[in-house]
Nanobody
């Protein structure tokens, strides 16, 4: 079981940027699908982006395409989510997660078994 720790959240104005990091221990990230999810108050948890296990392809939700980018550092066992041009609708608790499954769409919530504690991102003027 992986232990995941997110960092980098905070308060930012609309149009600003934040970088979230997810550090893993207890296993190798390259053995897993890695997902970024978020949950806003009163809403269900939703997928933001993921790194697919079999081919290391990055997938993004339509709402963040062109604004968010994921990068993987398997030497240091970390995954980074760069978020640009942030909008108030991006306000949520952001989680990284790991799961071993094979699917075309790696943003399947139920496929993830290991979760970080989450980090708050607030976009407000």
């Amino acid at each position: 079981q992986l232990q995941l720790v997110e960092s980098g959240g905070g308060l930012v104005q609309p149009g600003g940027s934040l970088r979230l990091s997810c550090a893993a221990s207890g296993g190798r990230l390259d053995y897993y699908n890695i997902g970024w999810f978020r949950q806003a108050p009163g809403k269900e948890r939703e997928g933001v982006s993921c790194v697919r296990l079999d081919d290391r392809k990055y997938l993004y939700a339509e709402s963040v395409k062109g604004r968010f980018a994921v990068s993987s550092d398997y030497v240091n066992n970390t995954i980074t989510l760069q978020m640009n041009n942030l909008k108030p609708d991006d306000t949520a608790v952001y989680y990284c997660a790991a799961g071993r499954f094979w699917a075309t769409n790696c943003m399947i919530l139920r496929g993830y078994s290991d979760w970080g504690q989450g980090t708050q991102v607030t976009v407000s003027s």
